[in-house]
């Protein structure tokens, strides 16, 4: 049995433009969801005082005989805080959340503004050979408790020393990654249990699902993290984390990393929307910003209270939806929303705050478990890039004169240097995709006037 260590989840498992405080009015037209990243894994965590509800799931796929998790758990958890859930939850919050492409129009340049005013937010037991438990015992394992949920076989370990709980495990069939004991080790230290689960597949043909669901466990621990070690130890590479964090309070940050805002809320071509180009620009626009920040840093995609979006990448998800994912203080009762897509607000408050983090780790530059902190910050953000489409009507005026003579070509050069630097893509090749000319030789694709480029390179 190969352990996939839920790439986190193994993870862990292994455990000028409209600003954001104003509304956007803008329309979404594409977004930047997990399936962009390989080696991703999702972990949902709802944070309540000391109350803690995580959801784990990953893009394993393969024969489910090749699944395994195992990750380090503060305590010994009794069945029901042990539950399934469905992946279309996990997919909705992804697509809620997902950094996203908008569009505006330009409005008539001799037409006086139109002034937007911001809108508000309203308020059994697991089959073995032989005997297990008498072999664990030898070994200074000791199996707290096994479960049967839904399609998963559980046992809750707890162990004297992290040698011994490898070569039971690896008995049992799990092919743990060289390097594994030392991480074991350190939680073993620290009194932690270790939570291991793989597929019983009686009970997933009989369930007539065709993924494996992500697993969910509610438990109480002064200590906010997340388990990422084990996860690195077996590593090929890079591996992606999206982490969504669901709190009364506020947003959620690390508090041993770098919490760092994507760049957002800049114009970039329309060509990227008209030549479905937005997947390839947020990939490498990703990347550069993850090498930009040394690969340590955590970075935000979105933060939002869940009564509103504007512009809106999927609905706000159900009352249903959130309690389902442990957001146990919101109210059965369903608010109605039939507000159009480009901006919904919910009449009845939700009182549930989302962070969306996103990391790209490896044991190199992330030796530690990713630790949290609840804050009192509700300020919005999204990763946002906007399409400028121009103003296309034949009036004359001295402002459609300035427009189009001055405005217009000013913004469209901006936007080819803003991508450049952004994506790391040739500037040329950008103004060709644009039909402009030619840059320069000095043109270096930067936003920052030319005596900031001088005296940066002091």
């Known amino acids: 049995m190969q352990i996939k260590l839920l790439r986190l989840i193994t993870v862990t498992l292994l455990l000028t433009v409209p600003t954001l405080a104003s509304a956007f009015c803008g329309f979404y ?6 399936s962009l990243f390989n080696e991703s894994s999702q972990v949902v965590i709802v944070r309540d005082g000391d109350r803690n509800v995580m959801t784990m799931a990953s893009d394993f796929q393969g024969n489910v005989n090749e699944f395994a998790m195992v990750m380090p758990v503060p305590t010994v958890l009794k ?3 042990i539950h399934v859930t469905n992946n279309a939850i996990i997919e909705h919050l992804d697509s809620y959340s997902a950094p996203r492409l908008v569009e505006y129009f330009d409005e008539n340049p001799c037409s006086p503004p139109i002034m937007y005013k911001r809108m508000m937010p309203t308020a059994t037991m697991m089959d073995s050979e032989a005997s297990p438990a008498r072999t664990a015992k030898s070994l200074g394992v000791t199996i707290e408790a096994q479960y049967t949920v839904g399609e998963y076989d559980i046992m809750l370990l707890s162990a004297k020393q992290s040698g011994g709980l490898l070569t039971w495990l690896t008995d049992q069939g799990y092919k743990l990654p060289k390097g594994a004991e030392s991480v074991v080790g350190s939680y073993l230290k620290q009194k932690m249990k270790f939570f291991v689960a793989k597929v019983n597949l009686k009970e997933f043909n009989k369930s007539g699902f065709t993924r494996l669901r992500p697993i969910q466990i509610a438990y109480n621990h002064d200590r906010f993290m997340i388990p990422i070690r084990l996860g690195t130890v077996n590593s090929k590479g890079q591996q992606e984390l999206f982490i969504y964090g669901l709190s009364r309070k506020g947003r959620i940050e690390t508090t041993n990393y ?7 809320g800049v114009d970039i071509p329309a060509y990227i929307k008209d030549k479905n180009k937005f997947a390839d620009f947020y990939r490498d626009m990703f990347r550069n910003q993850v090498k930009k920040e040394n690969n340590k840093a955590v970075f935000l995609e979105y933060a939002w209270d869940m009564n509103w979006c504007d512009p809106c990448a999927a609905d706000p998800l159900s009352n249903k939806e959130l309690r389902e994912l442990g957001a146990f203080w919101v109210d059965d009762n369903e608010a109605n929303n039939s507000m159009p897509q480009r901006r919904r607000s919910l009449p009845q408050a939700k009182n549930v705050y989302l962070t969306r983090l996103h990391v790209r780790y490896d044991q190199q530059h992330f030796p530690e478990d990713l630790v949290f902190q609840s804050t009192g910050n509700r300020e919005n953000f999204q990763g946002r890039y906007i399409i400028h489409h121009p103003w296309k009507g034949g009036e004359t005026c001295e402002a459609a004169d300035n427009y189009f003579n001055n405005v217009l070509p000013a913004r469209k050069n901006k936007e080819a240097k803003t991508l450049a630097r952004l ?6 090749d950008i103004r060709d995709n644009m039909q402009l000319p030619k840059s320069s030789a000095t043109d270096s694709g930067s936003d920052s006037a030319w005596w900031e480029d001088v005296w940066q390179k002091k």
Do not use: H, M, P
């Open 258 to 264: 770098r919490t760092v805002k994507l760049e957002s």
């Open 423 to 428: 994506t790391g893509w040739d500037i040329n």
């Open 29 to 34: 037209v594409a977004k930047a969801d997990t």
């Open 79 to 81: 069945r029901e805080q």
